[in-house]
């Protein structure tokens, strides 16, 4: 699963005892070579779906981590892209490789933003968000949109009941949730819980209009629908 530059054994027991913030400043360094990196084929493809929606003015990665997600607004957006998280470690290496980016340091529930934006997007970073936070994410979203802005993002379909994907999901959570009762500061990772009607739900209770595209790159479950979709909310 990890490449030979990724964390050791040791280095992820460390971050996975440590809060999001410091967990994320130890693990930035070799982050890249970890599978929690967004693939290249989602990155690509969401660039191809919002390719077809713009082009865009300014562009905000919201919990950007290396910044993968940044080349999407780089080829999307016309004007700057900034990204902003929490952890002061992935902003480091992401400033370093896009330099001609702005970068800020903040929590995604109380953004310094206001009206500023056309175009939000954020990779894989709603495990990190209990449900009962989403409602306040969302309007911290909606808030740093111009009218008419659009937050897009990935939602992979569920894994099939039964499968290996199904129960390694579940065991994860699982840890997880052992790991948070015994242990503090809590780490807040659960991916489980994200279902998309419930985002529709949240999303149009922030006051956006909810759209999807099928990222058709990505394959098709075997009942024919895809196995991931671009969620776009618009102001």
């Not at 994410?137 to 111009?146: E, I, K, N």
């Not at 199904?166 to 780490?187: C, E, H, K, S």
């Not at 956006?208 to 979709?229: K, T």
Request: some cysteine; proline content about 8%; hydrophobic content about 45%.
């Amino acid at each position: 699963m990890f490449a030979p530059q990724g964390p050791t054994v040791r280095e992820l027991a460390v971050q996975a005892l440590s809060s999001v913030e410091h967990g994320y400043d130890l693990l930035a360094p070799k982050f890249d070579h970890t599978p929690f990196r967004t693939p290249d084929a989602i990155l690509h493809s969401v660039a191809a779906a919002l390719d077809g929606l713009g082009p865009f003015g300014r562009g905000l990665d919201l919990c950007c981590g290396t910044g993968a997600g940044i080349g999407v607004l780089e080829a999307v957006c016309r004007e700057r892209v900034t990204g902003v998280d929490i952890s002061a470690g992935m902003l480091a290496v992401a400033a370093r490789s896009h330099p001609e980016a702005d970068w800020v340091r903040a929590d995604a529930r109380a953004l310094p933003f206001s009206s500023g934006f056309d175009l939000a997007v954020s990779f894989g970073a709603f495990g990190h968000f209990l449900p009962r936070e989403r409602p306040a994410l969302f309007a911290q979203a909606y808030a740093a949109l111009r009218p008419g802005g659009r937050f897009a993002f990935p939602v992979v379909a569920p894994a099939r009941p039964g499968s290996p994907a199904y129960f390694a999901l579940l065991g994860f959570d699982t840890a997880m949730r052992v790991r948070n009762a015994l242990w503090r500061p809590p780490f807040v990772m659960y991916y489980r819980g994200f279902r998309l009607r419930d985002i529709q739900r949240e999303l149009a209770a922030a006051g956006f209009g909810v759209e999807l595209y099928a990222l058709r790159e990505l394959g098709q479950r075997r009942d024919g629908s895809p196995r991931a979709r671009l969620v776009v909310a618009v102001k």
